[in-house]
Antibody, heavy 120, light 110 residues
Framework: QVQLQQWGAGLLKPSETLSLTCAVY????????WSWVRQPPGKGLEWLGE???????RYNPSLKSRVTISVDTSKNQLSLQMSSVTAADTAVYYC??????????????WGQGTLVTVSS | QSALTQPASMSGSPGQSITISCTGT?????????VSWYQQQPGKAPKLIIY???KRPSGVSNRFSGSKSGNTASLTISGLQTEDEADYYC??????????FGGGTELTVL
């Protein structure tokens, strides 16, 4: 059973850089595409970007200039960095498998979510 | 990219069937059979219930079904149960090789 555990700073000041890490346990890191998704309080889901084990990544065009997703295959981890944060970036951030997937059957796993608050 | 359009809220009674729509364009929903649906309970991470328009992941009830016509995808929940009360989100692949979510639908089971 695949488990995702994520961590990172929960309180940032405007203009700082958000940094989150997601560790993958119990499964094949190279067998999935990995995404970061966020959800502002009381609002809907927003896809931030995706990456595979070889580092091939794609980003939400509206955030592309501020978001970087990377992988460390030696640790089975993926990371999210978002620069120049503002209050509008306050949200629960999730790492997850998919939506892109390998093979014919999709498996769905999510991290526990990390609330990141941006406030001066 | 613009979010896909979903009704903000819907309601139904136990035992009824309900269909949630997700409208996009030919550049996303209409162009690919890569529409997913997620269920999110309060305070929890989303859970995948439909992928590739019609496929159900292992363990998901067959009361959930998906379909698509043109630029609109639909999620149908049959035999509504109180435990189905949740937020539902659609998600689609786009022509820019990225993904976009719908705004979400809050489902109330009365």
């Amino acid at each position: 059973q695949v488990q995702l555990q994520q961590w990172g700073a929960g309180l940032l000041k405007p203009s700082e850089t958000l940094s989150l890490t997601c560790a993958v346990y119990g499964g094949s890191f190279s067998g999935f595409y990995w995404s970061w998704v966020r959800q502002p309080p009381g609002k809907g889901l927003e896809w931030l970007g995706e990456i595979n084990h070889s580092g091939s990544s794609r980003y939400n065009p509206s955030l592309k200039s501020r978001v970087t997703i990377s992988v460390d295959t030696s640790k089975n981890q993926l990371s999210l960095q978002m620069s120049s944060v503002t209050a509008a970036d306050t949200a629960v951030y999730y790492c997850a498998t998919g939506p892109r997937y390998y093979g014919s059957v999709r498996e769905d796993y999510w991290g526990q979510g990390t609330l990141v608050t941006v406030s001066s | 990219q613009s979010a896909l359009t979903q009704p903000a809220s819907m309601s139904g009674s136990p035992g009824q069937s309900i269909t949630i729509s997700c409208t996009g364009t030919s550049s996303d929903v209409g162009g690919y059979n890569y529409v997913s649906w997620y269920q999110q309970q309060p305070g929890k991470a989303p859970k995948l219930i439909i992928y590739d328009v019609t496929k159900r992941p292992s363990g998901v009830s067959n009361r959930f079904s998906g379909s698509k016509s043109g630029n609109t995808a639909s999620l149908t929940i049959s035999g509504l149960q109180t435990e189905d009360e949740a937020d539902y989100y659609c998600n689609s692949y786009t022509t820019t090789s990225t993904w976009v979510f719908g705004g979400g639908t809050e489902l109330t089971v009365l």
